[in-house]
């Protein structure tokens, strides 16, 4: 009697630890809605933006400052509100200008204006851990996982690594802050601790062993931790959306007011009082034919040919010829 109702509570609290696993997502399906943002605001004009590498402070993600920046650039084009300057152009920009160091362990380091750069989108990634927390049986029961020896508790059987039934535990936290380098003012931030428990097919990762730690780190490649830092940055710059577009958009109507202004002053300064210029008319003296004021440079932006002395362009709002 006393083994039957020690096996029936066994059962029971085999159904009870599968109550999460059952919950689990489908493969790959964490990063169905990665980089699928809301529509940018209508009007808005798109700052130039560049992603200098980040600090990685965690060890299991050392040498990843490079991959961490190109994940971050590929989301922030995804939004639609930005021009993202590609990382080697960022560098050639800085190099060239002689502003080598002016971002440093993921802060700015010193202010500087950088031409064709209007933000830095600077960061860090705090930490990055993956964890082995359990292994699904093929009956369904959620079993508990010896990470050391890679055995079920109790010794049962050798695991292989399944990744639909390897269970993980993801935290990364990830810091953004979208800086003017001229001032050093930031614009926006925002903060993400990103954890999830779910399987590895889940998170889109291939996991190649279990680390024989205490901590049971999961191993992987460096492309999939890439992948796990994809969602951190995703969430992050969800949060940051709605205060990004409001500011964006200030800074748009400002840069419109601007040109608009401008405009005016042009017209008003080549026909004083509203009255049209005259048209050019030959010149008996010497048969010559008065030349109009020369026209102005296109707009790199749209296209759209500006006034003569137009530094902006009255139709985006871009700089004329920048």
């Given at each position: 009697?006393?083994?039957?109702?020690?096996?029936?509570?066994?059962?029971l609290?085999?159904?009870?630890?599968c109550?999460?696993t059952g919950?689990?997502?489908?493969?790959?399906?964490?990063?169905?809605?990665?980089?699928?943002?809301?529509?940018?605001?209508?009007?808005?004009?798109?700052?130039?933006v560049?992603?200098?590498?980040?600090?990685?402070?965690?060890?299991?993600?050392?040498?990843?400052?490079?991959?961490?920046?190109?994940?971050l650039?590929?989301?922030?084009?995804?939004?639609e509100?930005?021009?993202?300057?590609?990382?080697?152009?960022l560098?050639?920009l800085l190099?060239?200008?002689?502003?080598?160091?002016?971002?440093?362990?993921?802060?700015?380091?010193r202010?500087?204006?950088?031409q064709?750069?209007?933000?830095?989108?600077?960061?860090?990634?705090?930490?990055?851990?993956?964890?082995?927390t359990?292994?699904r049986?093929n009956?369904?029961?959620?079993?508990?996982?010896?990470?050391?020896?890679?055995h079920?508790?109790?010794?049962?059987?050798?695991?292989?690594?399944d990744?639909?039934?390897?269970?993980?535990?993801?935290?990364?936290?990830?810091?953004?802050?979208?800086?003017?380098?001229s001032?050093?003012?930031v614009i926006?931030?925002?903060?993400?601790?990103?954890?999830?428990?779910?399987?590895?097919?889940?998170?889109?990762?291939?996991?190649m062993?279990?680390?024989?730690?205490?901590?049971?780190?999961?191993?992987?490649?460096?492309?999939?931790?890439?992948?796990?830092?994809?969602?951190?940055?995703?969430?992050?710059?969800?949060n940051?959306?709605?205060?990004?577009?409001?500011?964006?958009?200030?800074?748009?109507?400002?840069?419109?007011?601007?040109?608009?202004?401008?405009?005016?002053?042009?017209?008003e300064?080549?026909?004083?009082?509203?009255?049209?210029?005259?048209?050019?008319?030959?010149?008996?003296?010497?048969?010559?034919?008065a030349?109009?004021?020369?026209?102005?440079?296109?707009?790199?932006?749209?296209?759209?040919?500006?006034?003569?002395?137009?530094?902006?362009?009255?139709?985006?709002?871009?700089k004329?010829?920048?």
């Amino acid at each position: 009697m006393h083994i039957k109702i020690t096996t029936t509570l066994l059962l029971l609290a085999a159904l009870a630890g599968c109550q999460t696993t059952g919950q689990s997502a489908g493969a790959n399906s964490l990063s169905v809605n990665v980089g699928r943002y809301s529509v940018p605001p209508s009007g808005l004009v798109r700052p130039r933006v560049g992603v200098p590498p980040m600090q990685v402070g965690s060890d299991a993600s050392a040498g990843m400052e490079h991959l961490a920046s190109d994940q971050l650039s590929t989301l922030l084009v995804r939004t639609e509100r930005f021009d993202v300057v590609e990382r080697g152009q960022l560098q050639m920009l800085l190099d060239e200008q002689d502003l080598e160091g002016i971002v440093a362990d993921g802060e700015m380091a010193r202010p500087a204006e950088v031409q064709g750069i209007d933000y830095l989108l600077v960061g860090k990634v705090t930490n990055l851990r993956t964890k082995a927390t359990r292994i699904r049986s093929n009956s369904g029961f959620g079993q508990l996982v010896n990470v050391t020896t890679k055995h079920f508790v109790g010794g049962l059987a050798a695991v292989d690594i399944d990744n639909e039934r390897l269970e993980m535990q993801v935290d990364c936290g990830v810091d953004l802050r979208l800086v003017d380098p001229s001032s050093g003012r930031v614009i926006d931030a925002s903060f993400s601790e990103y954890t999830r428990t779910d399987t590895a097919s889940a998170f889109g990762v291939q996991a190649m062993g279990v680390g024989a730690n205490a901590d049971a780190d999961v191993e992987m490649s460096q492309n999939d931790r890439g992948l796990i830092l994809r969602l951190a940055f995703d969430d992050a710059l969800r949060n940051m959306l709605p205060s990004l577009d409001r500011k964006l958009m200030e800074r748009s109507q400002e840069i419109q007011a601007a040109a608009r202004a401008e405009a005016g002053d042009v017209a008003e300064s080549v026909a004083p009082g509203g009255a049209q210029p005259a048209t050019a008319t030959p010149n008996a003296s010497d048969g010559q034919t008065a030349s109009d004021s020369p026209a102005g440079a296109f707009c790199t932006k749209c296209g759209t040919q500006s006034a003569s002395g137009h530094t902006f362009c009255a139709n985006c709002g871009s700089k004329v010829g920048g």
